[in-house]
């Protein structure tokens, strides 16, 4: 078993582009969690998935942020017309159960908007 | 409202020196408390949870619900407990605090 796989690891954007972070979570768990880490800061939740459903996007801002988490496939955070303040490291968690005491997190995907 | 504080950005100890990481929080309902380590270049990993009362890399946190807190705690710090410490509360979405960077100097 990989571990919770995050890719790429780092993702340079311009100013008004686009960026798709990818997360695989581990064999067997269907619950993804996705966090932000801003400089000098603590993670902060984003949204949390099942498979084909958003069960929790109150973490998520309201525009340009989208999440997506199909049958098949890794969990995609989007993330459209990036600004500077998008900067961040970006982190995601996979659980086998609906909640978070067995979480296991990904190395992050750090984004730079230039 | 839901909120973990750690109020030390920075621990610095010598080797052999006891190490306590505070944590406070806020929540009203049955807390679920974790710390998280993160050491340089790796992955957030989950160091111990207060429900399994287990004690790991000499590590140990007892949650506190008459003062809100869960400190992390070890007799004698070793240069590799050098890395970022996380409190997180559950036990649905985690909510972290802003860490702290515990430096074992030789």
């Known amino acids: 078993n990989a571990g919770v796989m995050q890719n790429p690891r780092h993702l340079v954007r311009r100013r008004g582009q686009e960026a798709r972070l990818r997360c695989s979570p581990m064999?067997?768990?269907?619950?993804v969690y996705w966090y932000r880490q801003l400089p000098e800061e603590g993670l902060k939740f984003m949204v949390y998935?099942?498979?084909?459903?958003?069960?929790?996007e109150s973490g998520m801002p309201k525009e340009r942020f989208s999440a997506e988490f199909p049958k098949e496939g890794p969990s995609i955070l989007r993330i459209q017309q990036v600004v500077r303040g998008d900067s961040a490291a970006y982190f995601c968690?996979?659980?086998?159960?609906?909640?978070?005491?067995?979480?296991?997190f990904g190395q992050g995907t750090r984004l730079t908007v230039v | 409202a839901q909120r973990v504080t750690q109020p030390e950005k920075l621990l610095s100890v010598f080797k052999g020196a006891p190490v306590e990481l505070k944590c406070n929080y806020s929540?009203?309902?049955?807390?679920?408390l974790f710390w998280y380590v993160q050491y340089s270049r790796q992955r957030l990993q989950l160091l111990l949870r207060?429900?399994s009362r287990e004690s790991i890399k000499g590590f140990t946190a007892d949650l506190n619900k008459g003062e809100t807190s869960f400190h992390l705690k070890k007799p004698f710090a070793q240069e590799e407990d050098s890395a970022m410490y996380y409190c997180?509360?559950?036990?649905?979405?985690?909510?972290f605090g802003t860490g702290t960077r515990l430096q074992v100097f030789p």
């Open positions: 968690a996979s659980s086998p159960r609906p909640d978070t005491s067995e979480a296991f």
């Open positions: 064999k067997g768990h269907s619950h």
């Open positions: 998935l099942q498979k084909e459903n958003i069960i929790d």
């Open positions: 929540y009203s309902g049955s807390p679920e």
């Open positions: 207060h429900i």
């Open positions: 997180a509360l559950g036990p649905d979405k985690l909510i």
